[in-house]
Antibody, heavy 120, light 110 residues
């Protein structure tokens, strides 16, 4: 059974780059036939899709964040990563990694989430 | 939000409640599937029901969905205390090229 686990700094300074990693266990990120993605949830608010990646490296980003987002995959380490540049307080959120099997399918695997605060 | 939901609904134990999810011709109305997630306080969202009334293993059949035109609805019958949570609908919007979530609906069991 596939499981996801996010890791990374819980505090990032304004204007710096947020970096998170999602480790995949219970299977290979390359052969699981999943699209891997990131979703965030600001405090007390709803969910916002950030972007996805396939194990081949093909990416698909939310246009509203595209200029600041990079999602990458490392098949040798069985994990994928998120980088969000030039962060502001508005980027403070719980960040979830998640996965779905085919385009437009539901996100049926979720990590437990990691809190990232942007503050000096 | 591209998808709209009522902020809250409530009901007594055993009652039936429904949560609407209203979109437009570029998402629900375009035929993209609507999926629903349940988020208990302090936890990650969990897939509750997807597409045409498909439930992951372990989700009771008290949860069901319907879809018509540019809207979808989640129904919870036989409401239980454990159903208190936030519920989010999700689809894809072809005009914006994004996976979109509704703002969420808080269900309270009276």
């Amino acid at each position: 059974q596939l499981q996801l686990h996010e890791s990374g700094p819980g505090l990032v300074k304004p204007s710096e780059t947020l970096s998170l990693t999602c480790s995949v266990s219970g299977g290979s990120i390359s052969t699981a036939n999943y699209y891997w993605g990131w979703i965030r949830q600001p405090p007390g608010k709803g969910l916002e899709w950030i972007g996805n990646i396939y194990y081949t490296g093909s990416t698909f980003y939310n246009p509203s964040l595209k200029s600041r987002v990079t999602i990458s995959v490392d098949t040798s380490k069985n994990h994928f990563s998120l980088r969000l540049s030039s962060v502001t307080a508005a980027d403070t959120a719980v960040y979830y990694c998640a996965g779905y099997q085919l385009p437009y399918d539901p996100f049926d695997i979720w990590g437990q989430g990691t809190v990232v605060a942007v503050s000096s | 939000s591209v998808l709209t939901q009522p902020p809250s609904v409530s009901g007594a134990p055993g009652q039936r409640v429904t949560i609407s999810c209203t979109g437009s011709s570029s998402n629900i109305g375009a035929g993209y599937d609507v999926h629903w997630y349940q988020q208990l306080p302090g936890t990650a969202p969990k897939l509750l029901i997807f597409a045409n009334n498909n439930r992951p293993s372990g989700v009771p059949d008290r949860f069901s969905v319907s879809k018509s035109g540019t809207s979808a609805s989640l129904a919870i019958t036989g409401l239980q205390a454990e159903d208190e949570a936030n519920y989010y609908c999700q689809s894809y919007d072809s005009r914006l090229s994004v996976y979109v979530f509704g703002p969420g609906t808080e269900v309270t069991v009276l």
